[in-house]
């Protein structure tokens, strides 16, 4: 398990099991939340790391803070194959993780989550790889794929994954945004607005944001999974805050 993830997943529990006796009065709790968001909340104009005080008074501050909004997004399909899942099951999960991510259409989501959740409940020699998705469009042809929109998901190679939108997803070990900047190059992350960060800083940023329920339910999910799972729940995570806190700009 990523070390982020285990840091946050460990941390919510005891938080609310250790806290819940200490009410804060509402102007405290205003004061912190502000002071908070100045410190850590920001991304950083270069990229140094944060405090790991400033990280660890973040992660336990989400739990009690429930101002913080929860996130209205909502999926239906297992964000982690099965353990003996077929080839479909799996490219399809990562395709409906993807159209999550950037934040397809409503219909275009539902088309691959019901055919994921159909091809992942088949063994391999039960499996026939899907040829059309139900609105007619081609879903693979060879080992390449289509999103029902009719734009390439997977080319044959298997190292690049596209979004929805066409932009770059995945090529070999790195992830990007669907507005196109680097999510992940090696072993360092980014903001979506391009600035440097670290893996715990991006997660703890992202679920202040989306509310700790949220990134509690989608971060147990992927504990035990491989890596990909788990860099896609936190480009999910980390997509999703980048939105809807431009959306909260907005006037």
Same mark, same amino acid.
């Given at each position: 398990?990523?070390?982020?993830?285990?840091?946050?997943?460990?941390?919510?529990?005891?938080?609310?099991?250790?806290?819940?006796?200490?009410?804060?009065?509402?102007?405290?709790?205003?004061?912190?939340?502000?002071?908070?968001?100045?410190?850590?909340?920001?991304?950083?104009?270069?990229?140094?790391?944060?405090?790991?005080?400033?990280?660890?008074?973040?992660?336990?501050?989400?739990?009690?803070?429930?101002?913080?909004?929860?996130?209205?997004?909502?999926?239906?399909?297992?964000?982690?194959?099965?353990?003996?899942?077929?080839?479909?099951?799996?490219?399809?999960?990562?395709?409906?993780?993807?159209?999550?991510?950037?934040?397809?259409?409503?219909?275009?989501?539902?088309?691959?989550?019901?055919?994921?959740?159909?091809?992942?409940?088949?063994?391999?020699?039960?499996?026939?790889?899907?040829?059309?998705?139900? *609105? %007619?469009?081609? #879903?693979?042809?060879?080992?390449?794929?289509?999103? $029902? /929109?009719?734009? @390439?998901? +997977? &080319?044959? =190679? !298997?190292?690049?994954?596209?979004?929805? *939108? %066409?932009?770059? #997803?995945?090529?070999?070990?790195?992830?990007?945004? $669907? /507005?196109?900047? @680097?999510? +992940? &190059?090696? =072993? !360092?992350?980014?903001?979506?607005?391009? *600035?440097?960060?670290?893996?715990?800083?991006?997660?703890?940023?992202?679920?202040?944001?989306?509310?700790?329920?949220?990134?509690?339910?989608?971060?147990?999910?992927?504990?035990?999974?491989?890596?990909?799972?788990?860099?896609?729940?936190?480009?999910?995570?980390?997509?999703?805050?980048?939105?809807?806190?431009?959306?909260?700009?907005?006037?």
């Amino acid at each position: 398990m990523k070390p982020a993830i285990r840091t946050l997943i460990s941390v919510m529990p005891l938080r609310v099991r250790h806290g819940k006796n200490k009410p804060v009065s509402n102007n405290r709790r205003k004061t912190d939340s502000i002071n908070l968001k100045v410190s850590c909340l920001l991304p950083p104009a270069s990229c140094l790391l944060p405090s790991a005080f400033c990280l660890l008074t973040l992660v336990l501050s989400l739990v009690s803070n429930k101002a913080l909004a929860n996130t209205d997004i909502q999926s239906s399909s297992s964000l982690t194959p099965p353990s003996e899942a077929t080839e479909d099951c799996i490219d399809l999960t990562l395709m409906a993780g993807l159209a999550r991510i950037a934040g397809a259409s409503p219909n275009l989501i539902n088309l691959v989550e019901t055919q994921q959740l159909d091809d992942c409940q088949i063994s391999e020699e039960e499996a026939k790889s899907l040829v059309r998705w139900s *609105n %007619g469009e081609s #879903a693979k042809i060879g080992r390449v794929w289509y999103y $029902p /929109n009719g734009l @390439t998901a +997977k &080319y044959w =190679s !298997g190292s690049v994954w596209h979004y929805p *939108n %066409g932009k770059t #997803a995945i090529s070999k070990s790195n992830w990007y945004y $669907p /507005n196109g900047q @680097t999510a +992940k &190059y090696g =072993s !360092g992350w980014h903001y979506p607005d391009g *600035n440097c960060s670290s893996e715990d800083d991006l997660l703890s940023w992202a679920c202040s944001i989306l509310g700790e329920e949220h990134c509690e339910t989608v971060l147990s999910q992927v504990a035990d999974a491989d890596d990909l799972w788990q860099e896609m729940a936190i480009m999910e995570l980390t997509w999703h805050a980048y939105v809807k806190s431009n959306s909260q700009r907005r006037p």
